[in-house]
């Protein structure tokens, strides 16, 4: 559950990948104004997200500061769309189960529903949510609710061959490869073993109400403890094959590159994003009165305890609230900071999981070996002035 905790010889540094530069174009910083409430006046951080570089990607993103519910309300969860976003009716949508399987099977939205419900609280982070100030707000929490997945392929009859299942969506984009450019359907795959044992649901409720459809509408594959990118929305196809599968999202794109050392020698490793790794971040500081409160969550494993620095002090306990002992969902913690000195102030937030894993520091070697921006879970600093 927390590989971070996997601490091999890695060498540091490691040439930045182009694509990284695609969320690093600067822009604008928007402004916020937080109003006082009852429960006080919530401090804007100095370090705000800088202006989206690729709006038509990344839709919508959660704002740290507004964070108040456990469950992230639909129209507040973070969109993630690297295709169009495909109209899909209820009546015409159709969920196939194909491939080498001894009974093909074509299920509607109420042939889903007639079937075993399952919930999940499962917090969905984006893989490629690498921290302020680029990326930052592509995570969410939410109670899915589908039906299971291992049934449904069983009862279709995975053939002897079959050893991975495809999932395809409905959104579709060019992809040029080598020489030839193709319309691609949005497509991930897992192992049979993976598909059968994630606890994978169909999912075509969240929070209570059917999917909206920037999240998926009919049903989506939900797989918790996975990141985002295995989260197939509009999915219309599951494929049985009889070998790996190595479209653009599981191959070229949400592909984690890492520098390691071998016998004195550098290797490179390509490693398809597949669970989630352990991670908090602090996400508001309020005052009332001269008392200041820092709050935020923790998410990736079953979390143990959170720990939060201010400037270069020692990590000090903060106090699990919401969500404590959860498998798959968040865990909001809260640390009095009582009156701090006025200026400007670094706050740091780790999590520990209930296996002891520690979420590590952004010049662990397992991160600064890392070249690209997909799962990094380093601890987040965020910076605040208090008056
Ligand atoms: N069909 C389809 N499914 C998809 C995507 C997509 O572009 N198309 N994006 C994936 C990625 S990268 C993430 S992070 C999650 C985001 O889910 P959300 O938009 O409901 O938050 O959906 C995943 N499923
Ligand atoms: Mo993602």
């Given at each position: 559950m927390t590989p971070s905790t996997t601490r091999r010889t890695l060498l540091q540094g490691g040439a930045a990948l182009a694509g990284l530069s695609v969320l690093r174009l600067t822009g604008p910083t928007r402004a916020f104004a937080y109003q006082d409430g009852p429960d006080g006046e919530v401090i804007p951080w100095l370090d705000q997200p800088e202006a989206n570089p690729v709006p038509e990607v990344i839709v919508r993103q959660l704002e740290w500061e507004r964070l108040d519910s456990w469950l992230t309300p639909p129209d507040q969860f973070f969109v993630i769309k690297h295709y169009n976003q495909p109209d899909l009716s209820e009546q015409d949508w159709r969920l196939e189960i194909s491939g080498l399987v001894s009974e093909p099977t074509t299920l509607s939205l109420a042939d889903l529903q007639a079937r075993e419900r399952q919930e999940v609280t499962f917090t969905m982070e984006?893989?490629?949510?690498?921290?302020?100030?680029?990326?930052?707000?592509?995570v969410g929490n939410a109670t899915w609710a589908g039906t299971p997945l291992a049934p449904l392929l069983e009862e279709a009859g995975v053939l002897e061959p079959g050893i991975e299942v495809v999932f395809w969506g409905a959104d579709a984009g060019e992809q040029t490869w080598r020489e030839v450019t193709i319309t691609e359907q949005f497509a991930r795959s897992m192992s049979l073993t993976d598909a059968l044992e994630a606890g994978a649901l169909i999912a075509y409720e969240m929070n209570g109400t059917p999917l909206p459809p920037e999240h998926g509408f009919p049903a989506r594959l939900i797989v918790p403890?996975?990141?985002?990118?295995?989260?197939?929305?509009?999915?219309t196809q599951i494929d049985v094959r009889d070998a790996r599968f190595q479209g653009h999202f599981m191959a070229r794109d949400y592909v984690t590159i890492r520098e390691e050392e071998h016998d004195g020698e550098s290797v490179w490793t390509f490693t398809s994003v597949t669970h989630d790794r352990l991670k908090s971040a602090p996400a508001k500081v309020t005052r009332r009165d001269d008392r200041h409160e820092v709050m935020g969550a923790a998410w990736?494993?079953?979390?143990?305890g959170v720990e939060v620095r201010i400037d270069d002090g020692d990590w000090q306990p903060a106090t699990l609230t919401?969500?404590?002992?959860?498998?798959?969902a968040w865990t909001f913690w809260t640390f009095d900071w009582e009156t701090p000195t006025p200026g400007e102030h670094a706050i740091t937030s780790r999590a520990v999981a209930t296996d002891g894993g520690v979420q590590p520091a952004p010049d662990d070697p397992f991160l600064t070996g890392k070249?690209?921006?997909?799962?990094?879970n380093g601890q987040i600093t965020r910076r605040v002035r208090i008056a």
């Open positions: 984006c893989s490629g949510n690498s921290g302020p100030p680029f990326f930052s707000g592509g403890g996975w990141y985002g990118v295995a989260n197939v929305k509009w999915l990736g494993a079953p979390i143990g919401e969500g404590a002992g959860e498998e798959f070249t690209t921006f997909w799962e990094s």
